[in-house]
């Protein structure tokens, strides 16, 4: 099984996630989706605040962040196992993955601060 640790409290990541999720009960992967706001984070050996920064997923007893957990996601559903294996070639990989860690978890980040700053002034 493959858990993958996501916050349900952002909008983008919530609706990717329940994409992957619904694919996942579609072709019987076995993907399991946590929420980091309703679920203890022991085990994890991150802080909520660390989980809130990108994608983590635990898999054979490791704990995987960022672009490496989403190949995993992409490679348990069978119409993403290709994006999974284009993007896992060795230079698009770390292309990809600069690209989630400089870009794309920031600026996700920076949102949900945003948002969970707005919500708790009202």
């Known amino acids: 099984m493959t858990e993958i640790l996501y916050n349900g409290r952002c909008p983008i990541c919530s609706a990717e996630i329940a994409h992957y999720r619904a694919r996942a009960a579609a072709t019987g ?61 060795p230079g698009l990989r770390s292309l990809v993955g600069i690209v989630y860690d400089k870009l794309a978890a920031p600026i996700l980040y920076r949102l949900h601060l945003r948002r969970e700053a707005r919500r708790k002034a009202c």
């Open 29 to 89: 992967a076995d993907l399991h989706f946590t929420d980091l706001n309703t679920a203890p984070l022991d085990g994890w050996g991150i802080s909520a605040d660390q989980a809130m920064r990108r994608l983590h997923a635990r898999h054979d007893g490791r704990i995987l962040s960022g672009f490496p957990a989403f190949l995993l996601i992409w490679q348990a559903l069978p119409r993403w196992r290709w994006l999974a294996r284009l993007v896992g070639l």
